[in-house]
């Protein structure tokens, strides 16, 4: 119950820290010292990445162009598929809940970004800005890139790794060994055995134990549980329990093993704690940009969408069609969050 009061609060501490944060930054008076105090963000300016991201807009290397060339392309890219992973998420809620994926909220983002001077930037040309704009996008993801080389080593990868690469890096599972039954259980009445393995429930495959996230498991319902045992299929009727924990949850009434997939290029003997580290730091660095390239106020989507449209018409008409893209994409992705709020019941952090 505690663990629930914190995770139902979690925003409203997030917001106390990020105030208290704010409160301590102009109270040292970071602001001389290169920081930019908002609302919003803390930022900080080093002046000489400034310097070289000035010299980027004007003049650069060709292995650098072409860099910055491919970082232009790159960034109608993310930007698509940010939308694209949104619009379909919204579609999997109601046509496919058990492939809904709900988003985090994080309030604020802590991550680093780099910006020319303003003044700099404001002058170059407009090639040159969809340069730098895209290049921070676009360094991010090949970090992620990169780090999933080394990822693909490790079994906790395969959760988030799609189709078809996950068939060519990882061993499927053939399903969830049960390793002993709960005494009294509907899965003991329904003649579940030890050894047996779990391939489905209520049509739902099982491959790994995060599967049965994917079924609706209510105490007091009847639910198929389908197994293989010395080579065939069985079904068995299973009357879910309840959770000793907590009653509305409900169980199969099996201890179940949790391996998970097994990488093909099993090299590397991973410690828990360094998978976790550096799964989190994939995650970050992979959606902050893409993310980073939606058409928002305080994202360089929104800077790259300007600079492309800007003195194509009045400053009137260019303001009203930012503002449009600024609202549906808000939309977007604020439903995005309602239905994760919708299936969770809370928002998580």
Do not use: C
Request: no cysteine; aromatic share 12%.
């Amino acid at each position: 119950m505690a663990l629930d009061f914190l995770t139902e609060n979690a925003i409203i501490y997030v917001l106390i820290a990020w105030v208290v944060i704010l409160i301590i930054a102009k109270s040292l008076k970071l602001e001389k010292h290169g920081f930019t105090i908002k609302a919003y963000s803390l930022t900080y300016k080093n002046t000489q990445v400034q310097s070289v991201l000035s010299k980027m807009l004007t003049r650069t290397r060709r292995g650098i162009r072409i860099f910055a060339d491919v970082s232009v392309v790159a960034g109608f890219l993310m930007m698509g598929f940010a939308f694209w992973f949104l619009l379909s998420n919204i579609s999997n809620y109601f046509v496919e809940p058990t492939e809904f994926a709900e988003l985090t909220v994080l309030i604020p983002v802590f991550a680093g970004f780099v910006e020319p001077d303003e003044k700099e930037f404001d002058k170059a040309k407009k090639i040159s800005r969809l340069r730098v704009i895209g290049a921070g996008a676009t360094s991010n993801v090949i970090f992620a890139f990169a780090l999933g080389v080394i990822l693909l080593t490790n079994p906790l990868f395969a959760l988030i790794l799609p189709e078809p690469f996950l068939e060519w890096f990882y061993e499927a599972p053939d399903g969830v060994s049960i390793i002993s039954i709960i005494e009294g259980s509907g899965a003991e009445k329904a003649g579940l055995q030890k050894n047996d393995v779990i391939i489905g429930i209520e049509g739902v495959p099982i491959i790994t134990p995060l599967d049965f996230q994917k079924v609706d498991l209510k105490p007091g319902d009847t639910v198929t549980v389908t197994v293989k045992r010395d080579g065939q299929q069985l079904q068995f009727p299973v009357e879910i329990m309840s959770s000793p924990d907590d009653p509305d949850k409900g169980l199969v009434g099996i201890m179940r093993d949790n391996a998970f997939y097994k990488p093909v290029y099993n090299l590397i003997e991973w410690d828990p704690q360094v998978s976790m580290f550096l799964l989190w730091l994939w995650m970050i660095s992979f959606f902050i940009g893409i993310i980073n390239m939606l058409p928002l106020p305080i994202l360089d989507g929104g800077k790259f969408i300007y600079t492309i449209i800007e003195k194509k018409a009045s400053e009137v008409k260019i303001n009203a069609i930012m503002f449009s893209i600024y609202g549906v994409t808000f939309t977007i992705f604020g439903l995005n969050i309602a239905l994760s709020y919708m299936k969770s019941g809370w928002f998580t952090i």
